[in-house]
């Protein structure tokens, strides 16, 4: 009988945060073994709890979401976010440019098949949050890679973009705050990116989800706020905000010269409409979750979980000999750097398979993020400081004996 195959389309498409080592680490679990996942940015399994008045409000309101609401979301849920875009001052926003999402990852995902036609460009960091290079290469595109500098705060190197906008490429995708660097892009460098957009008319997709776990003092600014002449789509969500990852709701929205992209926003709508509409319940706390106070805050303060866990593995991580780190300025994610000729690695998944063996400790490789050398790892903070400090001596441990066959 014929094999069943996976479509051509799948060939390129990489997401190794979820990917080989991951299902090892599986196996390993299955059999037994006690995995410490420093993987995936999910706030819940580390004790982090949905604000109550979420809970309690989604509860009240659940036997009023058992319809579809209208494809692009509840009213109340895009007046929040209207309102919210306000505050971030990105001008000319209605309610009709909010689109609610089952997560940010279900929007990348349409907006991206609603613009990409086979060989059309997309210009996408590097290091990136997977999906991005995913979703661009599944609809059909090409995501040219350009690079963040590690020596500059991880922000993006503005010659290596100009270099590489082409007549193909249509948009350029910023993720600030970054996963994977936690790098937090202040004003000039979002004018330089507003301008390179302006000068080759590229869409600018932001993708904003950790807009609200901004650590330092330092403030967010939306790149759409700095360009309302240029199209952007920009992208957020409850999941890291709100720790309810699971609940999946996150929005875009749409801003600029949105004439221009008439025909794009027809596609899109037809997308939405096709999927029906995201997850109601989800949508129906948007407006609790937005307004008032934002629990979040208590965690990014000295004294606050997320601050201290990450002043605590940016520390620990600079102190082992080999490893060396800038620190995030935002988000759970921090992305070393391994000195390769001490340790001689040449594969860094080999790396995390390694480790995983050695010390059922669960990172995810550079190459995972579209890194192209083999020297960099990701490591997620979102554990309490005494299981970082075991994952952090046990990592030392592996580094101090590790050479790679
Ligand atoms: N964008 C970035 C930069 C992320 O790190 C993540 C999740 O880790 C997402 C989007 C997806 O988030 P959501 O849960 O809203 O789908």
Redesign the pocket.
């Known amino acids: 009988m014929r094999e069943i195959k996976k479509s051509a389309k799948l060939d390129n498409v990489l997401y190794d945060v979820r990917g080989p080592v991951v299902e090892e680490a599986e196996r390993m679990e299955a059999a037994g073994a006690r995995v410490l996942k420093l993987n995936i940015?999910n706030p819940a399994p580390f004790d982090f709890r949905a604000p109550e008045e979420m809970v309690f409000d989604m509860s009240r309101q659940l036997v009023d979401c058992e319809g579809y609401s209208s494809a692009k979301g509840l009213f109340s849920a895009r007046k929040a976010i209207m309102q919210y875009a306000q505050l971030k001052h990105i001008q000319g926003v209605d309610v009709d440019d909010v689109y609610t999402g089952n997560?940010?990852?279900e929007l990348i995902n349409l907006s991206m098949l609603a613009l990409l036609d086979n060989g059309d460009e997309v210009l996408v960091p590097s290091p990136d949050?997977p999906?991005w290079t995913a979703c661009v290469t599944l609809a059909g595109g090409t995501p040219v890679h350009y690079v963040c500098d590690e020596q500059a705060e991880w922000y993006p190197d503005m010659d290596d973009i100009r270099k590489k906008v082409t007549s193909r490429t249509k948009a350029l995708v910023i993720?600030n705050p970054n996963?994977p660097t936690g790098s937090l892009y202040p004003r000039e460098v979002l004018q330089e990116l507003v301008d390179i957009a302006r000068e080759h008319n590229l869409i600018i997709f932001s993708?904003e989800?950790y807009d609200r776990i901004v650590m330092d003092g330092l403030e967010h600014v939306s790149i759409a706020s700095m360009a309302p002449d240029v199209f952007c789509v920009t992208f957020s969500?409850l999941?890291k905000s709100h720790m309810v990852?699971g609940y999946r709701i996150?929005w875009m929205v749409l801003s600029g010269d949105k004439a221009r992209a008439h025909d794009y926003i027809l596609g899109v709508n037809m997308l939405c409409n096709m999927r029906m509409c995201s997850n109601v319940p989800a949508q129906s706390i948007v407006q609790t979750a937005l307004g008032g106070h934002q629990s979040v805050q208590g965690y990014i303060v000295p004294g606050g979980r997320v601050y201290e866990q990450r002043e605590y593995v940016y520390n620990a991580l600079n102190d082992i000999p080999g490893v060396t780190a800038v620190k995030p300025k935002a988000g759970f994610y921090i992305f070393p750097k391994l000195d390769v000729k001490k340790f001689n690695i040449t594969d860094d998944e080999k790396f995390t398979l390694d480790l995983l063996h050695e010390k059922r400790l669960l990172v995810v490789h550079g190459g995972g993020f579209n890194w192209k050398k083999p020297d960099h790892f990701r490591v997620v903070y979102l554990p309490r400081i005494e299981v970082l400090g075991e994952a952090m001596r046990d990592l030392g441990d592996f580094l101090s004996r590790y050479r790679q066959a």
């Open positions: 940015g997560g940010v990852s949050y999906l993720i996963n993708d989800i969500g999941s990852a996150g």
